[in-house]
């Protein structure tokens, strides 16, 4: 009776750490473009910011391929879609359904591909944040 009672109380502690664990983000980095030259004199001339949408490269994981596409206003990224999520599974649909919105939410707070991964959407995370930089890439290339 004392060792059920130890294995139920150990178990509901044990959920409660996974529940709570937070990983940290996987860094990334992004290289910025150097200035050859230095411009003339003279005021700043204001350009016209651009808005624009690039998708980023299909990337194959274990459970299918994934793919997005980023909006960027200038710099600022004001949008993130997936255009393609594993759903050939019942469970692979229910991940991809439940972490899109959260994925996004990431990346557009981060303003980068350098997202928390989410627990038990590991490879989701990282084919997403790996097709996102793709896109970033492309964009500032």
């Known amino acids: 009776m004392l060792r059920s009672i130890a294995a139920v109380v ?50 194959d994981m274990r459970w299918g391929p994934v793919q997005v596409a980023v909006t960027l206003q200038g710099a600022t990224i004001t949008d993130v879609s997936a255009l393609e999520l594993p759903t050939d599974h019942a469970r692979s649909a229910y991940i991809s359904q439940t972490v899109a919105p959260i994925l996004r939410n990431e990346a557009l707070q981060a303003q980068s591909s350098n997202i928390s991964v989410i627990s038990g959407a590991t490879f989701t995370t990282d084919a997403y944040a790996r097709s996102l930089q793709g896109a970033l890439d492309s964009a500032h290339a």
């Open 10 to 59: 150990l178990t509901v502690i044990g959920l409660f750490m996974v529940v709570r664990f937070k990983t940290t983000p996987v860094e990334r980095t992004v290289a910025t473009p150097v200035p050859t030259a230095a411009v003339a004199a003279g005021p700043p001339t204001p350009t016209p910011t651009l808005t624009r949408t690039v998708d980023g490269p299909v990337v």
